[in-house]
């Protein structure tokens, strides 16, 4: 009975960590689309002023995105 538990638990687990790195890598999209948007490789590029509104947009969107899963 605890095998069957043990095995059930990690495929619980491996599902998980997929879907955090399936997350990772549409935030990472996200963000590298919204540099492009900006015309830069970094935000340590931007003003402060610039940086600032990036990160809120950032959030935004994100925040939208994970309205919707």
């Known amino acids: 009975m605890n ?5 059930i638990n990690l ?3 491996e599902q ?3 879907k955090i ?3 990772q890598d549409e935030y990472e999209k996200m963000f590298k689309k919204k540099l492009k948007s900006y015309g830069v490789k970094s ?3 931007l003003s402060k002023k610039e940086k600032k509104k990036f990160f809120d947009e950032i959030e935004r969107e ?3 995105e994970d ?3």
Not at 3 to 7: A, E, H, K, S, W
């Open 43 to 45: 935000p340590d590029e």
């Open 16 to 18: 998980d960590d997929n």
């Open 62 to 64: 994100w925040t939208k």
């Open 21 to 23: 790195y399936e997350e």
């Open 11 to 13: 495929i619980l687990n």
């Open 67 to 69: 309205d919707h899963k």
């Open 3 to 7: 095998d069957i538990l043990n095995r």
